[in-house]
T-cell receptor, first 114, second 112 residues
Framework: KAGVTQTPRYLIKTRGQQVTLSCSPI?????VSWYQQTPGQGLQFLFE???????NKGNFPGRFSGRQFSNSRSEMNVSTLELGDSALYLC?????????????FGAGSRLTVL | QQQVKQSPQSLIVQKGGISIINCAYE??????FPWYQQFPGKGPALLIA?????SEKKEGRFTISFNKSAKQFSLHIMDSQPGDSATYFC???????????FGAGTTVTVRA
């Protein structure tokens, strides 16, 4: 059974650019959550999508956005990149809306902003 | 701000020893407390989880102790092995919140 697949695994951008990250959940999982992981802040919740609708959003600026497609695949976008956006972006899928459901994480997309 | 406070930031234990990681929370609505384990280059993976209706849960060498009145919970790794060297995150969620609030993480190093 394939796990959660995130692409790209590594990318380097410069300030002001934008980036799109992709996440393919486990087959049959309808919920996709995104988290930002940094050494100082740990894992911070970005947003969750279920049935193509954003169900919850963390405390991040509007430059961070996402969407979910009908096949449950999800993308997140960060516009006007800042140095502080350098982080590991983790996608997690679960069968239903998360919270008490088991989250299965992908290996992450490591973004470096120069 | 961090809704779940985790300590210590890192710890070193000898093979066969006990690793103890502590977490504290303020939100009394939290009703689900998982622990995730993360190896370098990998995403976190669920290790063990507990609900507040029990005070302890054990799975193999891993035990969660839960103190509802103190709003604290901890992970004990018994007979620590080098393969347990990883970063451990505690987390919590509330009903209908659809997200996990994670602690800052503890890096555990088990020396052979």
């Amino acid at each position: 059974k394939a796990g959660v697949t995130q692409t790209p695994r590594y990318l380097i951008k410069t300030r002001g650019q934008q980036v799109t990250l992709s996440c393919s959940p486990i087959s049959g999982h309808r919920s996709v959550s995104w988290y930002q992981q940094t050494p100082g802040q740990g894992l911070q919740f970005l947003f969750e999508y279920f049935s193509e609708t954003q169900r919850n959003k963390g405390n991040f600026p509007g430059r961070f956005s996402g969407r979910q497609f009908s096949n449950s695949r999800s993308e997140m976008n960060v516009s006007t990149l800042e140095l502080g956006d350098s982080a590991l972006y983790l996608c997690a899928s679960s069968r239903d809306l998360s919270g008490a459901n088991v989250l299965t994480f992908g290996a992450g997309s490591r973004l470096t902003v120069l | 701000q961090q809704q779940v406070k985790q300590s210590p930031q890192s710890l070193i234990v000898q093979k066969g020893g006990i690793s103890i990681i502590n977490c504290a929370y303020e939100n009394t609505a939290f009703d689900y407390f998982p622990w995730y384990q993360q190896f370098p280059g990998k995403g976190p993976a669920l290790l063990i989880a507990i609900r507040p209706d029990v005070s302890e849960k054990k799975e193999g060498r891993f035990t969660i102790s839960f103190n509802k009145s103190a709003k604290q919970f901890s992970l004990h790794i018994m007979d620590s092995q080098p393969g347990d060297s990883a970063t451990y995150f505690c987390a919590a969620s509330a009903p209908d919140d659809y997200k996990l609030s994670f602690g800052a993480g503890t890096t555990v190093t088990v020396r052979a």
